[in-house]
């Protein structure tokens, strides 16, 4: 054997203990603060092309009958396990809500833009507003005047809690106890809560959140129409996705833990809904859903996708519930209204 060969086995002997680490390495991305370390979101992302090639790599040993060589991808994809489980909700039921169950709606409604013209006529969005079923709380997220005469011109509510010009709203006809506002520095991102009195169940406390934008749109819609390629152009604009991904992430972080320090305070069971902007295997999600329910988790189906624009298969419009409160139901609902789709969640208390 000559020495090239030697060295070339030799490498291939250390490539699982690599692979490993690389495994191990992308399953860290909940873990890791974007504020702290930048290299945070490289982890982030690396995780689904890391679970990807490993599953991959079990099948190509599986198809070829080499089911020891199979046993290692298995074993680092197993590994990541709570990871993965954010992502599909298996083991997941439902059951058909009853007429004393609660309905809560997030939606981000884009400004109300999608609703005009033909997509006035949605079938399904119309059906969901419709008095036999409309929610008890609706909570939305890019709320405008014009939204606002386009909703009561369909559903009445007693109560409209909004502060001033800011962008999130709640509509319900619960009974309001008290009600305030997070403010994150700018009219479009911010934090609605309100107590409410469920009837025959006490009092919650819901905080609508739109935390801080991604603003990658226009770089990922420019990447979709011009295909990825090996260019300077490609590059640039993978590189300002990353950069303005990243600064989004550490200004999420703020205003999560402003949240979570004033919840500290609530009298009452707590749900957070809104428009996280964030993935399930992010740091934001984890420090949201710690110690609570994921509506999705519970009671949902498939990949509970929520985001309909350039970047596909996205959930960041969640509902975390307070371990006291039963998800009954989750449910996305499909259309062409907004760049989101509506969350509709039955629960109990």
């Not at 090996?230 to 600064?247: D, E, H």
Request: positive net charge.
């Amino acid at each position: 054997m000559t020495k090239r060969k030697k060295k070339k086995v030799k490498y291939l002997q250390w490539f699982p203990l690599f692979w490993a680490i690389i495994t191990v390495v992308s399953y860290l991305g909940p873990l890791l603060n974007p504020k702290v370390t930048g290299i945070a979101i490289a982890i982030l992302l690396l995780y689904p092309l890391v679970l990807g090639l490993n599953f991959l790599g079990f099948l190509f040993y599986l198809q070829r009958g080499k089911f020891w060589y199979a046993l290692f991808p298995l074993i680092l994809i197993i590994a990541g396990w709570p990871i993965h489980s954010k992502l599909v909700p298996l083991g997941a039921s439902s059951s058909v809500p009853l007429k004393t169950d609660f309905k809560l709606v997030t939606f981000n409604a884009n400004y109300g833009y999608g609703l005009e013209g033909e997509n006035d006529s949605n079938g399904d969005l119309v059906h969901l507003l419709s008095e036999g079923r409309k929610p008890d709380i609706w909570c939305l997220q890019e709320h405008t005047a014009n939204l606002n005469h386009w909703i009561s011109s369909r559903v009445k509510y007693k109560n409209l809690i909004k502060k001033e010009n800011y962008r999130t709203a709640i509509y319900t006809n619960f009974e309001v106890i008290d009600w305030g506002a997070i403010l994150f520095g700018n009219y479009e991102n911010s934090c609605l809560w309100a107590d409410l009195v469920l009837p025959d169940a006490g009092a919650i406390r819901v905080y609508n959140l739109h935390l801080q934008s991604n603003r990658v749109t226009d770089q990922s819609k420019k990447l979709a129409k011009d295909g990825l390629d090996w260019n300077s152009p490609t590059f640039q604009s993978f590189r300002i996705i990353l950069k303005n991904y990243s600064k989004a992430s550490a200004m999420r972080v703020d205003q999560v833990e402003e949240l979570l320090q004033h919840l500290e305070s609530s009298p009452h069971p707590v749900i957070i809904t809104g428009d996280i902007n964030d993935v399930p295997i992010s740091y934001t999600y984890r420090k949201l859903s710690r110690g609570r329910t994921d509506s999705f988790l519970k009671a949902g189906k498939g990949l509970g996708t929520t985001y309909v624009g350039a970047i596909p298969l996205l959930r960041i419009d969640c509902v975390f519930l307070d371990p006291s409160l039963r998800t009954v139901k989750h449910e996305v609902i499909p259309g062409e209204f907004s760049d989101h789709k509506p969350v509709v969640v039955w629960f109990r208390k």
